[in-house]
C-alpha cells in the first residue's frame, strides 16, 4: 500500500490567514482526496484533486476558500483561505492506488484563534 | 447522492465476545465497501473491504457481509481483544469514485 506523508502536523493560525497543506505520496496514485475531520466526527469529502486539472468540489465546498493543485500523480496541496475559527479541523489526505482502495495520511490539526 | 448510515454510534464488549456494526446505503449502484478502523490521534487504517460480487470476505479475527438486495453490510468482530478499541468507519463507493462515510461506531473492549 501507498504511503502517504502531510505537512505540517499540526498549526495554529490566526483568523484571517491562509494555511497550505502538503500531501505526499510515496508512489503514483490514481486519484487523490482531501476530507476534513472535526474532533469526534466522521470524514467529510472536500474535493477529488485531479492532476493536471481543476479539483472537483463536494457541496457546501469552494474553490476560493479550499484552492487545491495537483501538479503530478505524487503530489498535492489544499489550501484553507482567509481562516475563522470555524475552520479549526483535522485535514487529510487519501490516495487510491487502484480497485478503490484508498489509503489515509496522518492528517493536519488545524486550529484557528 | 450516497447515504450511509451507520449503527450503533457506540458498543461496548467485554474481552472475548463478538461485536457487529451494521451500515445501510441508499445508491444500488455502489459496488466497493470498505471499513477503516480510526484509533485516537491516528489515520483511518482499512481493514478489510468487500465488492458487490460477493457476499462474505473473511480476513482472521474480522469478517464483512454484505446484503445487495438489502443494502446493508456488517462488519463482524470475534474473540475481540483489547487493542480492538478504536472507532470504526464503514464506506460506500461506485466505480473507482469518492467515499462516502458512515458516522463511526466507537467501540470499547473490556478487558
Known amino acids: 500500500s501507498a504511503v502517504i506523508s502531510q505537512k505540517p502536523s499540526r498549526d495554529i493560525c490566526q483568523r484571517g490567514t491562509s494555511l497550505t497543506i502538503q500531501c505526499q505520496v510515496d508512489?503514483?496514485?490514481?486519484?487523490m482526496f482531501w476530507y476534513r475531520q472535526q474532533p469526534g466526527q466522521s470524514l467529510t469529502l472536500i474535493a477529488t484533486a485531479n492532476q493536471g486539472s481543476e479539483a472537483t468540489y463536494e457541496s457546501g465546498f469552494v474553490i476560493d476558500k479550499f484552492p487545491i493543485s495537483r501538479p503530478n500523480l505524487t503530489f498535492s496541496t489544499l489550501t484553507v483561505s482567509n481562516m475563522s475559527p470555524e475552520d479549526s479541523s483535522i485535514y487529510l489526505c487519501?490516495?487510491?492506488?487502484?480497485?478503490?482502495?484508498?489509503?489515509f495520511g496522518p492528517g493536519t490539526r488545524l486550529t484557528v484563534l | 447522492g450516497e447515504n450511509v448510515e451507520q449503527h450503533p454510534s457506540t458498543l461496548s464488549v467485554q474481552e472475548g465476545d463478538s461485536a457487529v456494526i451494521k451500515c445501510t446505503y441508499s445508491d444500488s449502484a455502489s459496488n466497493y465497501f470498505p471499513w477503516y478502523k480510526q484509533e485516537l490521534g491516528k489515520r483511518p487504517q482499512l481493514i478489510i473491504d468487500?465488492?458487490?460480487?460477493?457476499g462474505e470476505k473473511k480476513d482472521q479475527r474480522i469478517a464483512v457481509t454484505l446484503n445487495k438486495t438489502a443494502k446493508h453490510f456488517s462488519l463482524h468482530i470475534t474473540e475481540t481483544q483489547p487493542e480492538d478499541s478504536a472507532v470504526y468507519f464503514c464506506?460506500?463507493?461506485?466505480?473507482?469514485?469518492?467515499?462516502?462515510f458512515g458516522s463511526g461506531t466507537k467501540l470499547n473492549v473490556k478487558p
Open positions: 464506506a460506500a463507493s461506485k466505480d473507482f469514485n469518492k467515499f462516502y
Open positions: 487519501s490516495g487510491e492506488q487502484g480497485y478503490n482502495e484508498q489509503f
Open positions: 468487500i465488492r458487490s460480487n460477493v
Open positions: 508512489s503514483q496514485v490514481t486519484m
